[in-house]
């Protein structure tokens, strides 16, 4: 498969809306609504524990047809069967990611300058997850938030799709999405969200209508998931 034809597949089965999920509960809510990606992040517990709580969220996303994604784990994505896997820094290299699951998987990597995005694409990362666009309390450790201005720099310096990260809320998808993002990621948003299915209904008709915005308007069948 040549890397052009990777990433038009990449851009179709990506979506628009990726929200990452530790639990049946939240990922089950989470693809009622429509979400058309979960991200599946798992930071405790045995890996016969993370093994079969992936496999059942798999299972479920193959069930809903959206696209399922793994982070950090890669062997978790080839065991599981997922639609691809993604890495961050203190990963598996994105390039050993893509030499794992081969050329038709989704790899994603992650990343903050429009440097780092140009290697991590040429080393075979299908998308780019951007940030921290906010600040965010889902994660400790984050470098200071590179902003609307960081993201367009990145945006502009790659073909691949963009997915902005950290601090999204659905009053702030129609900013991301105008600075060129192809979607958004979201974890504190759905997850701790009083009513996680109607946290990701909204976050789905806020990207919506801001992918229609960035369009000039609805085209033929409305935005795209």
Avoid: W
């Avoid at 429509?34 to 599946?40: E, I, K, S, Y």
């Avoid at 959206?66 to 065991?79: I, K, P, Y």
């Amino acid at each position: 498969m040549s890397s052009d034809a990777a990433t038009a597949g990449a851009r179709d089965r990506l979506g628009r809306l990726h929200v990452l999920v530790d639990s049946l509960v939240v990922a089950e809510s989470a693809l009622e609504a429509g979400a058309p990606t979960l991200q599946v992040r798992l930071k405790s517990g045995s890996d016969a524990d993370r093994y079969r709580l992936t496999a059942a969220i798999a299972e479920r996303c193959r069930a809903a047809g959206a696209t399922c994604l793994v982070n950090d784990r890669v062997d978790l994505a080839l065991a599981v069967g997922a639609d691809g896997v993604h890495v961050g820094a203190t990963d598996l290299p994105v390039a050993v990611a893509r030499r794992l699951l081969g050329p038709g998987a989704i790899v994603g990597g992650t990343a903050r300058d429009p440097d780092t995005a140009r290697r991590l694409v040429e080393d075979g990362a299908s998308y780019l997850g951007v940030g921290p666009v906010f600040p965010t309390r889902s994660k400790t450790g984050l470098p200071d938030p590179i902003g609307l201005d960081g993201l367009r720099a990145v945006v502009e310096a790659v073909e691949v799709p963009v997915i902005a990260i950290s601090g999204i809320t659905a009053e702030r998808v129609d900013a991301v999405i105008g600075a060129g993002a192809h979607g958004v990621a979201v974890i504190a948003a759905v997850a701790e969200a009083p009513d996680p299915h109607v946290a990701t209904h909204d976050l789905m008709l806020a990207v919506s209508k801001a992918v229609e915005a960035a369009r000039g308007g609805p085209g033929p069948g409305g935005a795209d998931r």
